[in-house]
């Protein structure tokens, strides 16, 4: 019997088959460590390409990681990082930015996940007074925690406000392919085009496996993250494995691929959900997240047979994932067993 997949997340998807692959390709004989590989080289080839010369990109193993050591790498213990209330630097990262940085989170109210630069814009009164941790770098997160993408029209007007303000733009993009795909721009677009400082990279929801990176679009401002990236015990021995992987997620589109497929079939859960009475999606559907009120009946029952997340349990929101391996048939056995928790 053919198992049901899991709606939870795309953290739960597999490796993609052809990442495998340039692993096993990449597990022959021996390779220097710690990053002076030619799979690395490459891989570092590889992101010059999508974000320009002159870029300074570091491997990693989490996202967690990624975003803590980077904004660690850029502040001091004084200093503040702004970002959304439903951000996962804010919620799910166990207040590992604040442990490892130093540094406060300065959160936003957001109804979409987003946050804007009026609401940004009283912070400024904390400058220069000792008594209030110094605003010092802005984090969105791209696609955001609700599913949502940033225009970048919305981006740029962030990035303006932060460096006319002595700061820095930070952007989480675990979900950064996804993003792309629903605006339809190339990852430069969202990112060093739009006025991003940094960048925590996302692999590991697109596809991968335990890969993430670190990318400075001003090298002065990355100048020595390699120590940064050690002391955060992140510095791979046999970086070979990761480097591998994100050749073969950039070189060929696959990056895009995938993205393009998991929103797909968010679109069609969503197209579906909106045919059944009693269901009300909550955010837009703009990447691969669904985002829906259905009642606490249907939610127990639907949950004996699939796994997924209660986003707000008190609201009866839950949270329904794709990924790039999800099929028009998952799609359809999964929204046939909402219909019919629905029916009772």
Known sequence: MESLKSFASDNNAPVHETVFHAMMEANRGDAIGYGDDRHTLAAEKMFREHFGDGIGVFF??????????????????????????????????????????????????????????????PLLGSLGFQHHAQPRVISITQATELGTVYRIEEIREIADFAHEHGMYLHMDGARLANAAASLRTSLAGLTVDAGVDVLSFGGTKNGLMAAEA???????????????????????????????QFNALLSGGLWLENAVRANAMAGKLAGILNTIPGIQITQPVETNAVFARIPARAIEKLKRKYFFYVWDAPQNEVRWMTAYHTTENDIEQFAGAVKEAMAD
């Open 214 to 244: 670190v990318v400075f679009f001003d090298p002065a401002l990355g100048e020595a993250f390699e120590y940064t990236r050690k002391q955060s015990m992140q510095l791979a021995s046999k970086m070979r494995y990761i480097s591998a």
């Open 60 to 121: 990693m193993f989490t996202g967690t990681a990624a975003n803590v050591a980077c904004l660690a790498h850029i502040t001091r213990p004084f200093q503040a990082v702004v970002c959304s209330d439903k951000a996962h630097l804010e919620n799910d990262e166990c207040g590992a930015p604040e442990r490892f940085s130093g540094c406060k989170l300065l959160k936003l109210p957001s109804a979409d996940g987003k946050i804007r630069v009026d609401q940004i814009l």
